[in-house]
């Protein structure tokens, strides 16, 4: 007989009645006085349920002192003792944290696989939502249009190419005009006008062709018309859901909203409806009749405002942010939210080429020049201007440091002066052709989530987040 702990010839030994397994007497009561089970089966155990068992033996002698072998001997017996009975409790509880550690794996194993499929099959659905045709209908006609991503209509392409043509041959000789603000004119800018609370939570603002209006619009659906001469509302109107960004169609007021809703209010009023989700950005092209915007499911759509109607729309492989035409009206720009700032031929919609921000884009212009747009990411107190004639790390021409969170730039019409604003204040900076430099004519603690240069660069007219106007120029 062996001890089914110690694995040796016990020399009391006993039998459990529950597993029917010998045991050396003085191991067993040891860990039943500490476990109460079998070590074998776990049952409960206790020292009544042992049973003797006969063997021949010897007597023990009386319990020596350690001065003498017998004594050292003896020592050593109830020393290997506790070892077996540690070793045996520690060769379990190994065998239970493998089964334990095993089933974890398992139900790991089995977790990861059920969020693999749940988030490939979310980003299918994404994808098809994205891509579920849509129409857009025009108060003018009534009839709901497919559109697709196969390019422009021939008279928009000979719209766009002619507008590139008149705009490229006057760029390079355009000379500032004498009346356009300099320097020593932005730096003594101040608080000209100032609002009560109108458009609360807006974050889009534009002016009409003369400067003399502003077009705004809040987080509560409402947009508003501003004469900047009379400092107040001229004319409101319903959006239905949050207005995302704002532009003018000549006299007519056009505004994106959060529920995807593209609506041209005026005369004829019309309501595109191609996003599936919220449009973010709208931009107009140099022509003055073609619309574009961005949106949430990945698409830009082009529109003819003369016609009324949706006429491409390309999807891409990010959330669109930000939107903007180049001054020659032959690119668009559209920032996405994965940090990448995609350019697009305006009349094949074919892809022309990527620049990396390194974060969401926030906001995007372009320079008057032709060959510089700015970029700003969400949350960045930098605004980085790139070269369209240049790729990858070379492409970045400066890199302003503006000293706070920067929601919106704008840039005027000379390409000289470069307005930065966010929470913490506004800052121009300005770049002097001549001396290739550039400089900061203009800090100010005015916050705003939007603003846009008014005529000739003579006055800034902002919003803040409360909805306050202010108008900042020369005292």
């Known amino acids: 007989m062996l001890c089914s702990i110690s694995g040796e010839a016990p020399q009391h030994p006993v039998a459990s009645s529950k597993s029917g397994n010998v045991y050396e ?32 033996r010897v007597v023990a002698p009386r319990p020596p002192t350690l001065t003498s072998i017998p004594s050292l001997l003896s020592t050593f017996q109830n020393e290997w003792d506790a070892l077996a009975l540690e070793s045996y409790t520690i060769r379990q509880q190994l065998n239970q944290t493998r089964q334990e550690l095993a089933t974890a794996l398992y139900n790991h194993d089995a977790a990861i696989r059920v969020i693999a499929r749940l988030t490939r099959e979310r980003d299918e659905a994404r994808d098809a939502l994205s891509k579920v045709t849509v129409s857009a209908g025009g108060a003018s006609n009534g009839d709901a249009m497919q559109v697709d991503s196969e390019g422009l209509p021939e008279e928009l392409v000979a719209k766009v190419d002619s507008t590139r043509e008149q705009l490229s041959k006057t760029r390079k000789k355009r000379q500032v005009p004498q009346e356009w603000a300099t320097s020593e004119t932005i730096e003594k800018y101040a608080v000209t006008t100032t609002s009560d609370p ?13 400067g003399e209006l502003a077009l705004f619009g809040g987080k509560d659906g409402v947009a508003g018309v501003y004469s900047i001469a009379e400092n107040k509302v001229q004319q409101s109107f319903q959006v239905g859901s949050a207005v995302t960004d704002a532009v003018w169609f000549g006299s007519q007021p056009i505004v994106s909203s959060a529920s995807g809703a593209v609506k041209i209010f005026g005369e004829n009023e019309v309501t595109f409806t191609s996003h599936a989700g919220a449009a973010n950005a709208l931009s107009m092209h140099p022509s003055g009749e073609i619309l574009a915007s961005v949106g949430v499911d990945k698409s830009l759509v082009f529109y003819d405002l003369v016609a009324a109607k949706a006429v491409n729309q390309i999807y891409t492989s990010s959330e669109l942010t930000t939107a903007a035409f180049s001054p020659d009206g032959h690119l668009f720009a559209a920032g996405g939210a994965d940090g990448e700032i995609k350019f697009f031929n305006v009349t094949t919609g074919e892809n022309a080429a990527n620049f990396e921000l390194g974060g969401p884009v926030q906001g995007l212009v372009f320079s008057e020049n032709g060959y510089w747009f700015a970029a700003v990411a969400k949350g960045s107190q930098t605004v980085t201007v790139f070269d369209l004639r240049k790729q990858g790390k070379a492409a970045e021409a400066k890199v302003l440091e503006v000293g706070g969170t920067v929601d919106t730039i704008a840039w005027d019409y000379s390409g000289q002066f470069l307005a930065a604003a966010g929470p913490g204040g506004l800052t121009v900076s300005q ?18 989530t939007a603003l846009a240069w008014g005529p000739e660069a003579l006055s800034l007219v902002t919003v803040n987040s409360d909805g306050v106007v202010t108008i900042l120029g020369s005292a």
């Open 25 to 56: 007497k003085r191991l067993i009561e040891a860990y039943i006085a500490e476990n109460h089970k079998d070590p074998v089966n776990g049952e409960e155990l206790e020292v009544a349920d042992l049973i003797d068992l006969k063997s021949a």
């Open 198 to 210: 109108l458009f609360p939570g807006a974050s889009a603002v534009a002016l009409d062709s003369a």
């Open 431 to 448: 770049y002097t052709k001549s001396s290739k430099a550039w400089s900061e004519p203009l800090r100010t603690a005015v916050p705003a």
